[in-house]
């Protein structure tokens, strides 16, 4: 059977395979098409008496090919087929998918249409009004049928587990049903139900593990389908459960899926602030006997024993031996607290663009606020800074350098310093990015990091890591020549975008920079003086590190390995002017090696740190960390440094080009004493 064209197009616009199928044109067109009600115009009311046909047309065409849809209740609401349509929906649906088609059904056309194209996927962060929970939190009744469906779902899973409902692998729940738990689920972790996490975890982990001895499960459709939701709509209390499920389950392949969404859950975690302070600090004081063990956060997460107030070199043989899977626990949970304080310092970083201030005060006397700056807004309009929480009851943001006079940032990177603070993320010496004349004269976009080559594999990774989103890049079927990396800020109002393409097998070429603003569900273009100085500053700053990591400019071989097409370019962005990165770089280093054994050695000059060896004369480029070596700046490859500055306080280590420059330092200091024929060979020549 063919579909007449009206048809066949009210299908494309339904199902999401028109060219022109995003949000808009299908809630436009079909609530042009459904406003004819009495006392509208002609026009309308005959568009709206046209698509009975079609639609009519349309839901047999489905029902016929058992093409079971959200689209067939949109066409069955044009058509007046509810009555006929329900009946087929009932023949194939379990009861909790069921109760979710009744709901549509009572709801006009418009509302099951912006149902069915909220319910389709996004593509990347293309924009809508708002997202899927946010649609169903708006849509009548939903909020309480996702109660009662999660509801009646707990109650199946602990029928199952009890034997009330013999168990079958991987079937307690069918594919509409699993889809229809997963909106449920969303929904109340988007509202942060207060009845959500007890329920949530008796579920998780009764779909996760068999009744029986047996390895698989009632439902790993399900238990992954929540895995997605929570990283949609995290929270602290989903993140254990699931974390509990996983440990529970008995099937080899599940943990590893979760392992591998959990590296995606818990950055998400950091981007939703207003639950994301419920983290617990992870502190834990346990006895064994005469022993006690103890998991302290004052600095990085660490399990330490205790007899009285002795500290132990190692766990206690008595408490190793009688207590294994206690020992083997405690481990596993100085883990999950080191990555719930990264977790809780990235929020901590994100918060710089909320445009409602988070709730910070939930940090007081947790040691991660003792060791950040604060300001606090002691009087209208006038803030004042603070190390740590400790100005009660006035409004308090997180300290940040672009908000401070030249004097109070080199105030605090001394504090910063001198009580040798190490920050859970980068602040006190923070790189700031302000607009540039030349980006003035650009208006739109920025060309500050365009053009270098990069490697594009570590800069997928450090997408990723810093929560940016792109397309993948790759001469293949569903790869993309060019693509843009995108990361949304301001509680995603504003998105900023870093355009690359591929240069190369294995590399990408950087372009422009630009920023959109969210406005009216649209992403528009904003010029850059009219975005906010901290989104403009934090995102910059992203693609500053992008560049300084991923440049083939980092790597010292590629001066001998590299194409000649790209040695030019190697050699003037390998000793190029410093971008604001190794600024800060420069500066700490101002303060560190007059602390160090070679500090008569060194001597740092607008880009580089000039070590004096006792053959040659070093300049370290402090952002590359290459080295040239006078008199004739001939090009010095060091591939990897010894560490002799171990147990130097650096008061931040983010790309680990700090390190470098200073074991690099420390080495030619001492050049006499180098043994490596791979670096004697190029000082000696």
Known sequence: MHLSPLAARLLKLLDGSAPDATFWPVTSQLTTAMAGRPGDSAVVDQTWRNMVAPARELADYLLRDNRLSFAVLVAAGLAGMDSEVRARFAEALGPVAMAEVDLLLGWDVELRALFAEAARAPVLDEPRPAGLAEWLDGLPGYSDFARVALEQADARVAAIQTGEIPYQADKAFDYWETRTL??????ALYRDEPWLPALLDRLLRGVAVAPTQAKTLPSQALLFEIARAVEDHPTPEAISSLRAARQTTRHAGVPKQLDRMFKRIEPALAERLEVAFRLPDGRVRQAFGEHTAVISIDGEAALSWWHGDRKLRSVPAAVKREHPEEVKRLREQVKLVQQQQATLARALEASYTAEEAPPYRQLEGHPIAER???EF?????????????????????PWHPARASVEEVRAWREVVQDKELRQPYKQAFREVYL????????RDHSRRFAGHVV?????????????????????????????????????GQWRATLDHDLYDEGYALTGQVLFHRLVEGRWRLAPLAEVPALVFSEAMRDVDLFVGVCSITADPQWADSGPDRLQDYWRTGSFAALQPSAEVRRDVLSRLIGRTAIA???????????????????????????ILMEPNDAYLCIVSARDPHAGLFLPFEEDGRLAL????????ANDTAITDPSITRQIRA
Do not use: M, Q
Not at 182 to 187: D, E, K, P, S, W
Not at 377 to 397: A, F, I, K, T, Y
Not at 661 to 668: E, T, V
């Open 600 to 626: 008569d050695r060194c001597a740092l000059t607008d880009r580089f740190l000039v070590v004096r060896g006792d053959l040659r004369t070093y300049k370290i480029h402090l952002g590359s960390a290459n």
């Open 372 to 374: 950040l700056i604060w």
């Open 377 to 397: 807004e002691v009087s209208p309009g006038v803030w004042r800074s603070e190390l740590g929480l400790n100005v009660p009851d006035v409004p308090v943001r």
């Open 435 to 442: 607009l540039t004349p030349a980006e003035e004269e650009t």
């Open 455 to 491: 490697d594009y594999r570590r800069l997928r990774a450090l997408f990723k890591a810093r929560g940016w989103k792109s397309n993948y890049l790759g001469p293949w079927d569903g790869g993309f020549d060019g693509g843009d990396g995108r990361r949304l800020l301001a509680g």
């Open 661 to 668: 420059i200073l074991s690099k330092a420390f080495l030619l």
């Open 182 to 187: 997963g909106r449920a689920v969303r929904l």
